[in-house]
């Protein structure tokens, strides 16, 4: 039988949600068709390939007794299913969004005029507002629908009594600023998504007017978390070559992101990392050290993951960083703690290369040519980057017949592969015409060292050119 769709989603379920799901199908109040209990029984009970493996009838026939199947019949069923499980994971979402459940606790109250209830259920909305750590746009917003309905119920109420003083007390600014922050803040970060979409994908987007949010910024003494990271990322896009934006956002991320949702912090922190690394890349050589606080902290953070794993290029380039700043340990404790929160299957490579890597700064070259040979080249990027520290490592160890071979075999990979783009060819291209021109050349010949270098630094797109140069400069 084909895997059906209401099986892939109760599958999707955890242990306890599964339980909590049988729990919701058996009671009467949401669901009185026992066959539909029998089916999901059924369904809990069998792998893809069990299930696969049977027939619609064979099932149809353990949950109806001595009844013709009917392909319509079981396919209402499952479909029934289906919504219950539907409702079932908007019933768990409810249970767990406090935002969402109080507010309609609230909003309830007021449209059964049931006033003796508004005294609790304000205490509840107080405690939480008190203790909630979530400092978000949606919570401005929470904020601002509990506020109109209190001031809604509220006002009725004191109406009711026919006192003189109910106007006294009236929350219209709470009401109102909450609005505001929600707007700005939304706005903003909607303003940075589309920048950021448009820098990736060489969008030409209409430029944004937004004087009045710089207006409320600049005149704001206090400072609200949604508002001033999101602002500070837009002017990271539209003000790249100020770095001190950066600087200002980082110590932003470091005191407000545990305010933010796990969603919202990883947006806040990939904006951050983006910039710091295309920013070193271009040159920006002090930005190497707050790029790696900002990593570090961003470890700590559960929104940093993707379902719970770290990205394989986040794990290269927090390597990258600790290496450029001469934090040899603590890479390497890095390495340890974290290889075990990549997916599984791109652990072992991950590992041997970046180990590899700081065996490299760390001069150990014979270390580094033992665990690239641990490396699995399949992929692309650990195919180019491994050879890249084995013609470093070769020459370094004056091991130039294996320099030299690796160099052939480089140049003959790089013309074949079809993945690999023109651009980053001639980036590997470049590396190995250079080493072969200063493996061939009379090393004690000085001026024909110093050309070398004069055309090194002369032609763009060469691959590690700082550390030919190093080694030019060695020579001279």
């Not at 069998?46 to 199947?69: G, P, R, Y």
């Not at 909305?125 to 917003?141: P, Q, T, V």
């Not at 993951?305 to 340990?329: C, H």
């Not at 091991?399 to 980053?424: M, P």
Request: charged residues 30%; contains cysteine; aromatic residues 14%.
């Amino acid at each position: 039988m084909k895997i059906t769709k209401t099986y892939r989603c109760i599958e999707s379920l955890d242990v306890y949600e599964k339980n909590a799901f049988k729990k919701f199908l058996v009671s009467p109040y949401f669901n009185k068709n026992e066959s539909l209990v029998a089916l999901h029984d059924i369904y809990v009970s069998l792998s893809e390939e069990q299930l696969e493996s049977e027939e619609k009838e064979t099932i149809w026939n353990s949950i109806f007794e001595n009844k013709q199947f009917n392909d319509t019949k079981f396919r209402k069923l499952n479909s029934d299913l289906l919504k219950l499980f539907e409702q079932f994971i908007r019933i768990e979402a409810f249970e767990n969004d406090q935002h969402t459940k109080l507010t309609i606790e609230l909003k309830a109250i007021n449209e059964r005029n049931l006033d003796i209830l508004y005294n609790s259920v304000k205490s509840k909305l107080d405690r939480y507002e008190k203790y909630n750590i979530d400092k978000s746009a949606d919570h401005y917003f929470f904020l601002y629908e509990t506020e109109k309905t209190k001031f809604e119920l509220k006002t009725e109420i004191e109406r009711k009594n026919k006192r003189s003083d109910f106007a006294k007390n009236f929350n219209i600014s709470d009401i109102s600023r909450n609005l505001d922050v929600f707007y700005l803040s939304e706005k903003l970060k909607y303003i940075t998504t589309i920048l950021s979409w448009s820098k990736l994908y060489k969008i030409k987007i209409d430029p944004f007017d937004i004087s009045p949010i710089k207006k409320i910024v600049s005149e704001r003494k206090e400072i609200i978390p949604p508002i001033a990271l999101y602002y500070q990322i837009y002017l990271t896009l539209v003000e790249p070559e100020e770095l001190r934006h950066f600087l200002i956002l980082r110590k932003l991320i470091h005191k407000y992101l545990d305010v933010f949702p796990p969603k919202e912090q990883r947006y806040i922190l990939d904006s951050a990392v983006s910039y710091g690394v295309g920013k070193v890349n271009a040159g920006a050589l002090e930005l190497q050290k707050p790029t790696l606080e900002v990593y570090k902290e961003a470890l700590e953070y559960e929104g940093f993951y993707d379902n719970g794993f770290l990205s394989p290029t986040s794990f290269r380039n927090i390597v990258f960083f600790a290496l450029r700043n001469n934090e040899f340990d603590w890479a390497e404790n890095f390495v340890s703690k974290y290889n075990s929160r990549l997916i599984e299957s791109l652990q072992s490579n991950a590992k041997s290369f970046n180990l590899a890597r700081i065996k490299f700064y760390r001069k150990d070259f014979n270390n580094v040519i033992r665990l690239l040979h641990e490396v699995e080249y399949d992929d692309v990027f650990y195919n180019l980057n491994s050879r890249v520290l084995l013609l470093a490592s070769y020459y370094e160890l004056e091991e130039f017949d294996s320099l030299e071979s690796l160099i052939n075999s480089t140049n003959i990979y790089l013309r074949r592969n079809k993945q690999i783009s023109d651009s980053k060819k001639k980036l590997y291209l470049n590396l190995n015409r250079f080493l072969k021109r200063i493996l061939n050349s009379n090393q004690n010949d000085k001026e024909a060292i110093r050309k070398i270098k004069t055309n090194l630094t002369e032609t763009k797109g060469v691959a590690v050119k700082p550390w030919l140069l190093e080694k030019l400069n060695e020579l001279l």
